[in-house]
């Protein structure tokens, strides 16, 4: 398995506080991944990253941003946080992306996030 | 319509029982992952398929490009399948970091 931790593993806030959620993995992998689940929707991509400073946007990425000045770190800021971002958040990390023919993600084991 | 479906939501068998799990999609794909989302949170990727089926251990996979249809079997259930099963499509055109992801679906095997 890919190393792949996430900290902290759980977090209360309130709402309009700002809240950094940290993704770290060892296997050197390019592509990284942030993703939220909730309850009756798939897993959905915030952001990802495809190297050291290269993010893009996933399908619901207002309100969040990213920043990726490592190759093993991908951080998630939610600047001002609302109680709609109370969520389980998934990072993952593969060697390649998703166009790929292998692409296998590795993920993390969650951070369990609850805005009030 | 969600883009990826999953059938069913939830699943109760007994142990031994053989297994299916059906997903079905509306996009053109390239290529279609199984996870599996543990009780306790973790999620690990079982099987990426483009074609035709791959197998390891009791868990096989199929997949129908033509139909848009993929299915997940488990052979001789195990308590210990319990989790949830989650169904992911890689479409044509999609960035490099786009899966569509369906909602899942939650397997419960009693001993």
């Known amino acids: 398995d890919a190393g792949i931790t996430q900290s902290p593993r759980h977090k209360v806030t309130e709402t309009g506080t700002p809240v950094t959620l940290r993704c770290h993995q060892t296997e050197n992998h390019r592509y990284m991944y942030w993703y939220r689940q909730d309850p009756g929707h798939g897993l959905r991509l915030i952001h990802y990253?495809?190297?050291?400073?290269?993010?893009d946007k996933g399908e619901v990425s207002d309100g969040y941003s990213v920043s990726r000045s490592k190759t093993e770190d991908f951080l998630l800021t939610l600047e001002s946080a609302t109680s709609s971002q109370t969520s389980v958040y998934f990072c993952?990390?593969?060697?390649?992306?998703?166009?790929?023919?292998?692409?296998?993600?590795?993920f993390g084991p969650g951070t369990r996030l609850t805005v009030l | 319509k969600n883009e990826v479906e999953q059938s069913p939501q939830n699943l109760t068998a007994q142990e031994g029982e053989f297994i299916t799990i059906n997903c079905s999609y509306s996009?053109?794909?390239?290529?279609l992952h199984w996870l599996q989302q543990h009780p306790g949170g973790g999620i690990v990727s079982l099987f990426m398929l483009s074609s035709g089926k791959k197998k390891h251990g009791r868990l096989i996979a199929t997949i129908n490009i033509q139909e848009k249809h993929s299915s997940l079997h488990i052979t001789a259930s195990h308590p210990r399948d319990s989790a949830v099963y989650i169904c992911?499509?890689?479409?044509?055109?999609?960035?490099?970091?786009?899966?569509?992801f369906g909602k899942g679906t939650k397997l419960s095997v009693k001993p």
């Open positions: 996009v053109g794909i390239s290529a």
């Open positions: 990253s495809y190297g050291v400073k290269d993010t």
């Open positions: 992911a499509v890689r479409s044509y055109g999609g960035s490099q970091g786009n899966l569509i």
């Open positions: 993952a990390s593969s060697l390649a992306g998703v166009r790929a023919s292998y692409n296998e993600q590795f």
